[in-house]
């Protein structure tokens, strides 16, 4: 609703922004921290984190690609 009503100006020196950034740094830091337990903490949430990374993700293609492309640009 402020963006809506107000010039960029005032809407990025709003307190309201300010405490909303805030607020969504804290959540994701929370979130992450509550992510990061549970993997530390559990070796099937490792196990599924890693077919992940290995599967979709495609972290081995991905970083062989890397490798290539780093490799010829030297």
Do not use: C, W
Not at 37 to 48: D, P, Y
């Amino acid at each position: 609703m402020q963006a809506s009503n107000n010039t960029k100006e005032q809407f990025a020196n709003s307190p309201d922004l300010d405490r909303g950034l805030m607020n969504a740094i804290i959540a994701a830091l929370d979130a992450h921290t509550s992510l990061s337990t549970q993997a530390l903490n559990s070796e099937a949430v490792r196990n599924g984190l890693k077919a992940i990374l290995l599967g979709p993700a495609r972290l081995y293609e991905t970083l062989r690609e890397q490798s290539v492309y780093d490799g010829a640009k030297s």
